[in-house]
C-alpha cells in the first residue's frame, strides 16, 4: 500500500509515534486515583506509607535528574540507583514501592483515563495498515495491553532498552525507533505531552512532533481522514 501524504505533500510512506503516560491516557485521574489509594493506605500503616510516599518522590525526581545529568547509559537500574543514593533505602525495598505503585496499580485504571477517541484511532490506524510505534522512557508492554492496543504496535521501544540508552530529549532513541520503523524520520509523526522532552526531541530528530492536546488531536485526525490508499501492483 501507499499512502497519499497530504502532511507531507507527496506519496510516500510514514508512521506514527506515540509517548505513553500522558500521551495515551489522562495522566490527571490516574494520579488521583493513585493518590487515593496511598491516603488509605496511610490512614492504615502511616509509618510504612510515608516512607513509600518519599521514595516515589524520589525515584520521580531521580529520572529528571538523570535526563539532564547523564554521564553514562542508562539502563533499568539507573533510577533505581539514583533513588537509592538520595534516600538511603535499599535497592530491594524501592523496587518493592515502585512495581506497587508506579507499575501495578495504574494497570487497574489506565483504561478508564484513556484518552477514547485517540485509542480508537490508533485501532482503526491499525485496520488500515498505518505503521505505529512507542517511545517512552518507561516500559510501555503492560500499559499497552491493558488498553487493548498491543497488536496495534510495531515497534515499542523504551529509553532503557539497551539499544538506546539515552532519556528524552535526546535525539538517539527517536531516531531508532524510525529506523525500526523502516522509515526516515522526516516520514515520522510523533505524538507526545511534553514540549521540553517529547516535542522537543523529536523536532530534533527531524520528525514532524504533534502536543497532544484536543485541538492538535482533532486537526491530526483531520488530516489522515485525508490519506487516499492505493494498491500497488
Not at 45 to 68: G, N, S
Amino acid at each position: 500500500m501507499k499512502w497519499r501524504n497530504v502532511i507531507f505533500g507527496k506519496i510516500n510512506n510514514f508512521g506514527i509515534l506515540f509517548d505513553v503516560d500522558g500521551t495515551l491516557y489522562h495522566q490527571g485521574p490516574l494520579k488521583l486515583a493513585i493518590f487515593l489509594w496511598l491516603l488509605f493506605a496511610w490512614i492504615r500503616h502511616p509509618i510504612q506509607t510515608t516512607k513509600e510516599i518519599r521514595t516515589l518522590i524520589h525515584y520521580r525526581r531521580a529520572l529528571e535528574w538523570l535526563r539532564f545529568n547523564q554521564d553514562q547509559k542508562m539502563t533499568p537500574q539507573s533510577q533505581i540507583a539514583r533513588t537509592c543514593t538520595t534516600t538511603n533505602n535499599s535497592v530491594e525495598d524501592i523496587k518493592k514501592c515502585v512495581v506497587q505503585w508506579t507499575e501495578e496499580l495504574p494497570l487497574h485504571f489506565i483504561n478508564l483515563c484513556a484518552r477514547h477517541q485517540l485509542i480508537q484511532m490508533i485501532k482503526r490506524w491499525h485496520q488500515v495498515g498505518i505503521p505505529m510505534g512507542i517511545y517512552s522512557d518507561y516500559p510501555a508492554q503492560a500499559k499497552l495491553m491493558a488498553l487493548g492496543i498491543e497488536h496495534c504496535i510495531s515497534v515499542n521501544l523504551c529509553s532503557t532498552d539497551s539499544q538506546v540508552g539515552t532519556l528524552k530529549p535526546a535525539s538517539s532513541g527517536f531516531l531508532i525507533a524510525a529506523q525500526k520503523m523502516g522509515l526516515k524520520p522526516e516520514h515520522c509523526i510523533y505524538v507526545g505531552d511534553r514540549e521540553d522532552i517529547d516535542i522537543r526531541g523529536a523536532q530534533n530528530a527531524g520528525m514532524r512532533a504533534v502536543f497532544v492536546n484536543k485541538k492538535n488531536l482533532n486537526k491530526l485526525y483531520q488530516q489522515i481522514a485525508q490519506l487516499k490508499v492505493e494498491e500497488t501492483t
